[in-house]
């Protein structure tokens, strides 16, 4: 390796490392100002001049290439003294007068610490503060102009990370300022409130309005305590660092931009803006039980009605629905008066959301020991007299895979029965049905990074992954920018199908066509893999003939996709070479969504693109956990690892890993999630942490019926939720940032999250509350900490058998598998084979079905259902953060621009919309993103809640709903008239 004396001691270097490059790689600091890692190089701000030995003047250390032999010296009189003139010019036009006195113990950013490195005192300033545009009214983020150096690296930043482009430089000179977009406007300009401008500012002059609101400067620049954490939010898994004062939350900021972390250093507006749902005043602080229990000579005993069937002074889901909501807010952004201006008649924009007082009045406050004895006693009287299968749980991909194992321990060692579910039937249960019977595996083959690293084209299924997962989808873009095709299989115009080379807008539900005619194509024409068919796989020959007679032509009668568009998408996707695939809720919400999946996977198989780097196979998980709630056995089906409970072998394994008899383990599949809420299921008693099905399940007009006559339901969560309201023990439990534990992403990746700050009031950690009910119940619970859980996962869990808390700690992450302690994880699987009996996938022949309802006369449009940007699921969290809450604060339907003139709508006119089960009221946002005949919901406002209108019918694998088809009529309200 070539080498160079740099301050006196040769180092060596990268070819083709500049001076800077390599003195960072020692731990040699080089003062820089534009310069920043990963961002185009400009080398205008001059400040890392350094001098070279023979060179005539000092030059830029960001914009040299190192040499074999230089004599570098950063440290220089001369190139100090050139530090001090950039810093001097530099304070000409900045605020810096505190900084000729105290302030200079405290700098308040980059820029200000290197001004009191090298000694610079700010003179009397003669030229004017330079401006810009400055967001004015944005709840997140606001600018300060006069702080503003011109380095660029926002301007940057915006446009090579998050490839959005918001900010420009405009005007030249002494002239010359940051404005956002072409006329101030942050939503015209396409800004999705990342933060990443104000990450990588060196003076504050972008930055995050909600700290300085609630905290002193002093606060916010020396916090207490820095904590790292996984971000709540979506499958990414970003990392983040919580800033704490006080014991509370100041602000979230992300870790360094090359540590090798899932996100890179970026966010997106939920992990960086949405971190102050915890302190929302809405937080249980102290358990709860229904009036009407009342403990009698030691025993709990229910003296109101019976049978039960639950009463409160408050309308249900469905009732609310009929409710007049306030129109959408104008967006008047940018230039004064106001940035995303708020509803009228608005005070914290959170106050919406916020738990009625009503809901309260059935409860009354408990001691813990009084909902702990409550639960107890009633799950173990409705097991002894009405048998295990009266008991159910739902888990949460919230919460971390300690608490999930050890509520599903719990089901199976206690109550005594495999009815444990969550979210992960709502989503990608068909994914999971689908490549269990494909690969034996549920997990994504490949890594995020593969696809900016090594991917020549990318194909995207039914994902909308720049709103629903930003920080992927803005490597996704990355990608695009850097040479990569993409494909999009999408019903809508998203931002990706946009910038799609092909995009394959089918109507909805024909997914299975589709993918069968791009097969068809591809073997007709010679494009499959057969050397990796004949051997890697088996059942090609059967699904050739099963999909011979979906021409190109046929499918585009059935799709609505032109026959070319097909065959060019297919023949992109054959020749790759390295094609990966992502699919997401748009492919799996489908009462055929298992069939979806299959089909997907047998053109993927056929081709050959897995096993490969570049050629990555990945479905894009929704929530921050369910990979991990999934592998860790919180399905009805398996313990950990996926290991069915129907197999002897693994019930005596697990029944001798927790102390019980193996008999007492079932050998039943358990219920899923929506046989579990069904009319006629054998459930009497739940038990529900951190889910809220009364918002998420499929007709939620039954399901909120069904949870009103269970005999006994316990709740575990943060607020008290539309599903907690109806239940008789209420258990005030932790957030994100108040718990340890781990958490695995859509990747694979387990990472550890901190805890940062104590739960309020009385609340407990989940795992704490789970360690004590557990002992209640009877069964031994030995552990103390998430560690020691960790610690019992890896001896039950084949694939997670290295790994321990010492190690991640260590490491950061691990990316299963992890088969021994000194294993460093798995990039990719199956580079040389599958996990199956014979080390063959299996292709299945699968045929197109319409989906379960269609338009009609009554009921004309498609409705899909979905996420929006700003917000998530049931909207128990982001609905009680400011900044979130500003951006999306009602609920909307969208609707193409030739239906709205039809219907004779206009922008924010408030309509009916109905199916089959039910109506809301709802604002129209139009929307070009929607094809003619379709409309669009999203799921997460109980106001207007999506699954009052959704279709039960489910996928007869998996039990998923059709979230993604159901028939509607849209009919104008009338506006009232005024009195």
């Known amino acids: ?213 609630r905290f002193d400067a002093l606060a916010i620049l020396e916090p207490d305590r820095k904590v790292r954490s996984v971000c709540p939010y979506c499958g990414v898994g970003c990392q983040i660092d919580l800033h704490v004062h006080d014991d509370t939350v100041v602000r979230v900021t992300s870790p360094w931009i090359e540590e090798r972390t899932p996100n890179q250093g970026s966010t997106c507006v939920k992990g960086r803006f949405g971190y102050d749902f915890p302190q929302h005043r809405d937080r249980l602080t102290q358990p709860l039980i229904r009036k009407g229990w009342e403990q009698r000579d030691g025993r709990w005993t229910w003296t109101g009605e019976s049978p039960r069937y639950r009463d409160g002074a408050w309308q249900t889901v469905a009732e609310e629905g009929h409710r007049r909501k306030p129109k959408p807010p104008s967006r008047q952004v940018g230039k004064p008066p106001q940035t995303g201006q708020l509803l009228i008649d608005d005070g914290d924009v959170r106050d919406r959301v916020a738990t009625p007082a009503e809901w309260y009045d059935t409860f009354r406050e408990a001691t813990w020991e009084e909902a702990m004895s409550l639960a107890a006693q009633e799950f173990l009287r409705i097991r002894d007299t009405a048998g295990p299968q009266a008991l159910a749980a739902f888990s949460s991909a919230k919460c971390s895979n300690e608490e999930n194992y050890l509520l599903m321990r719990m089901v199976r060692g206690a109550f005594r029965t495999n009815n444990v579910d969550h979210c992960t039937r709502l989503c990608h249960s068909t994914s999971v049905a689908a490549m269990n019977r494909a690969l034996a595996t549920a997990a994504a083959s490949g890594s995020m990074r593969e696809i900016e690293e090594a991917c020549d084209v990318i194909f995207i299924a039914g994902a909308n992954t720049t709103e629903s997962h930003p920080v992927f989808g803005a490597l996704i873009k990355r990608a695009r920018a850097k040479g990569a095709k993409l494909i999009v299989a999408d019903v809508r115009k998203t931002e990706l199908a946009a910038l799609a080379d092909v995009h394959l807008q089918m109507l909805p539900g024909t997914d299975v066509a589709l993918y069968n005619a791009m097969l068809q194509h591809i073997i007709a024409a010679g494009l499959a893999d057969l050397r990796f068919i004949g051997g890697r796989t088996a059942g090609f020959e059967e699904v050739k003939a099963a999909v011979a007679p979906y021409t ?310 498609f409705l899909n259902t979905g996420r929006q940007m700003y917000h998530w699921h049931t909207g128990t969290m982001t609905r009680r953060s400011t900044g979130l809450d500003s951006r999306e604060p009602v609920p909307v339907v969208e609707i193409a621009a030739v239906d709205a003139l039809e219907l004779g709508l206009a922008e924010g006119e408030t309509v009916r919309v109905s199916s089959r089960r039910g109506s809301v009221l709802i604002g129209v946002r139009v929307s070009d993103r929607q094809a003619p005949g379709q409309v669009f919901i999203p799921m997460h406002f109980r106001e207007a809640a999506a699954n009052v209108l959704t279709n039960p019918a489910l996928d007869p694998y998996a039990k998923i709903a059709e979230f993604k088809v159901s028939a509607v009529r849209i009919e104008k309200v009338a506006v009232p008239a005024a009195v």
């Open 1 to 213: 390796m070539p080498s160079f004396t740099l301050n006196g001691t040769v180092i060596p270097f990268e070819p083709g490392a500049t001076i800077l490059n390599a003195a960072r790689a020692q731990g040699v600091d080089i003062p820089t100002l534009c310069w920043y890692p990963k961002l185009p190089n400009v080398a205008n701000c001059r400040i890392c001049l350094v001098s070279v030995a023979g060179a005539p003047k000092l030059v830029p250390a960001c914009g040299t290439p190192a040499a074999q032999d230089m004599v570098v010296e950063t440290e220089s009189d001369p190139a100090v003294d050139n530090r001090k003139s950039v810093l001097r010019f530099l304070l000409e036009r900045y605020p810096g007068e505190h900084l000729a006195n105290g302030g200079r113990e405290h700098p308040a950013n980059e820029f200000e610490e290197y001004v009191t490195r090298y000694g610079v005192i700010p003179e009397t300033r003669e030229l004017p503060l330079r401006g810009g545009d400055t967001r004015p009214g944005d709840v997140m983020i606001s600018h300060d102009m006069s702080r503003c150096i011109l380095c660029t690296r926002c301007v940057r930043a915006c446009e090579d990370i998050q490839e959005v482009g918001v900010l420009d430089v405009a005007l030249r000179g002494m002239h010359t300022e940051i404005i956002v977009g072409g006329d101030g406007d942050p939503d015209h300009a396409g800004c999705t409130w990342c933060g990443e401008c104000v990450r990588v500012c060196p003076t504050g002059a972008i930055f995050e309005v909600m700290p300085r609101k």
């Open 552 to 861: 190109p032509e046929m499918a585009q009668k059935i799709c609505g996709i032109p026959a070319e568009q097909i065959k060019r998408a297919a023949e992109l996707y054959a020749k790759g070479p390295n094609t990966s695939t992502l699919w997401a809720m748009g492919l799996t919400q489908h009462a055929t969504g298992t069939d979806i999946v299959t089909s997907l996977l047998n053109l993927l198989l056929s081709c050959g693109m897995i096993g490969r780097w570049g050629a990555a196979m990945i479905p894009i998980r929704g929530q921050n956990n369910v990979q991990g709630a999934s592998d860790v056995g919180a399905i009805p089906f398996a313990y950990t690892d996926y290991r069915p409970v129907t197999d002897p072998a693994n019930r005596a394994e697990y029944a001798a890993a927790w102390g019980v008899p193996a008999e007492s383990l079932s050998l039943e599949k358990g219920l899923m999630v929506t046989e579990v809420v069904k009319e006629g299921s054998s459930v009497r008693a739940m038990f529900v942490m951190g889910e809220n099905p009364v918002l998420s399940d499929p007709n939620v007009a039954k399901a909120e019926e069904w949870v009103r006559k269970l005999e006994f339901l316990t709740v575990q969560d943060l607020f008290l939720t539309e599903t907690a309201r109806w239940a008789d023990v209420v258990l005030p439990g932790a957030s994100f940032a108040e718990k340890e534990g781990t958490y695995a992403n859509t990747d694979r990746h387990i990472q550890i999250a901190n805890a940062a700050v104590p739960t309020p009031g009385q609340a407990r950690g989940d795992l704490e509350i789970l360690i004590d009910l557990s002992r209640r119940l009877g069964l031994a619970t030995p552990h103390n900490s998430a560690s020691e859980v960790m610690d019992e996962i890896a001896r039950v869990t084949p694939n997670w058998r290295g790994v321990s808390y010492e190690k991640l700690r260590r490491e950061g992450s691990l990316q299963y598998p992890v088969l021994t302690p000194d294993s460093p994880g798995t990039a990719f699987l199956f580079a040389d084979s599958f996990p199956t009996a014979d080390g063959r996938a299996r292709l299945v022949p699968v045929e197109y079905l319409p989906p379960a309802e269609l338009p009609s006369a009554d009921y004309p449009y």
